[in-house]
């Protein structure tokens, strides 16, 4: 398994699999490591050489998929603004992993090379501004962190699904999404 910390092409070959691999797993779960191969743009073997088994490159995704969970909430600016604010701002960022956290969520292997219990330091900023949307009076006090999250996820999931089942545009099920989002977690309802 590759294990070394990869620099230069050798990190833009490997994220240009990951990137390929979550697209076409999204999509076609049974895909062939040829499938993913071809959507990268190198050989089945360079695929082998960064990841020797199937088994190496889902639990590559694994982690890279917490690392885009990672990216995606220091793109949110959780520090920004009210507590409401910036937890609009990490759904719209979420909402735009969608294909690929649905893959995840939806793939009954996902538990082996995804890490879903451990809490993550996205977990703890996302806890710490909803505390701050408590504070500040844009979050309802009586929802405690946990419930909120999930029910973040939950929305998120409804949207993705509203998106994939009926058709709708992608902005509209966003906005769907932070509009329930909001009504739900407002203080003083």
């Keep these: 398994m590759d294990t070394a910390a990869p620099t230069g092409a050798r990190a833009r070959t490997r994220r240009a699999i990951l990137d390929a691999a979550l697209s076409v797993l999204a999509a076609k779960p049974a895909a062939s490591l040829s499938d993913i191969a071809a959507a990268a743009g190198v050989g089945r073997t360079t695929i082998h050489r960064y990841f020797p088994e199937r088994s190496d490159l889902l639990a590559a995704i694994g982690s890279y998929l917490l690392e885009r969970i990672d990216l995606a909430t220091a793109r949110a600016r959780p520090d920004d603004g009210t507590g409401a604010e910036a937890l609009e701002r990490v759904c719209?960022?979420?909402f735009e992993l969608g294909d690929v956290l649905?893959?995840?969520?939806?793939n009954n292997q996902a538990t082996e090379w995804v890490d879903w219990?451990?809490?993550?330091?996205?977990?703890?900023i996302l806890g710490r501004l909803i505390q701050r949307g408590h504070a500040d009076g844009t979050i309802d006090p009586r929802l405690p962190p946990a419930w909120?999250?999930?029910?973040m996820w939950?929305?998120?999931?409804?949207?993705?699904?509203?998106?994939?089942?009926n058709q709708v545009p992608k902005h509209t099920s966003l906005s769907l999404c932070l509009h329930t989002l909001r009504k739900a977690i407002a203080a003083g309802c």
């Design 148 to 151: 909120v999250a999930e029910l």
């Design 117 to 124: 219990e451990s809490e993550s330091e996205s977990d703890r």
């Design 154 to 165: 939950s929305m998120l999931y409804a949207a993705w699904q509203h998106t994939r089942q």
């Design 102 to 106: 649905l893959f995840a969520f939806e």
């Design 92 to 94: 719209q960022e979420y």
